[in-house]
């Protein structure tokens, strides 16, 4: 084989193993951005489940003051109907 044609040769893998390599980056890269996005989501998920729970115990909260509250005009009632 000539001197050439070995420059050549080893020029052609070279290209080849750097396609590889950006086949390989481009692979990786995209599954970094899969992962960021799916993280984006989960943190997104993440928050409205906390809203959602904060307005879930606000409204329990809420529905138990509304409880007591009844409760003590039903037994303020009761004793002015006593007397």
């Known amino acids: 084989m000539s001197k050439k044609s070995m420059t050549e040769k080893s020029k052609g893998s070279a290209k080849s193993g750097r396609s590889s390599l950006d086949h390989l980056h481009d692979r990786i890269e995209s599954k970094i951005n899969e992962l960021h996005a799916d993280f984006s989501q989960l943190r997104d998920d993440f928050k409205a489940a906390n809203q959602s729970g904060k307005r879930a115990r606000k409204d329990r909260i ?21 007397k």
């Open 62 to 82: 809420d529905g138990f003051k509304r409880a007591l509250r009844d409760i003590r005009e039903a037994a303020d009632h009761a004793d002015r109907e006593w």
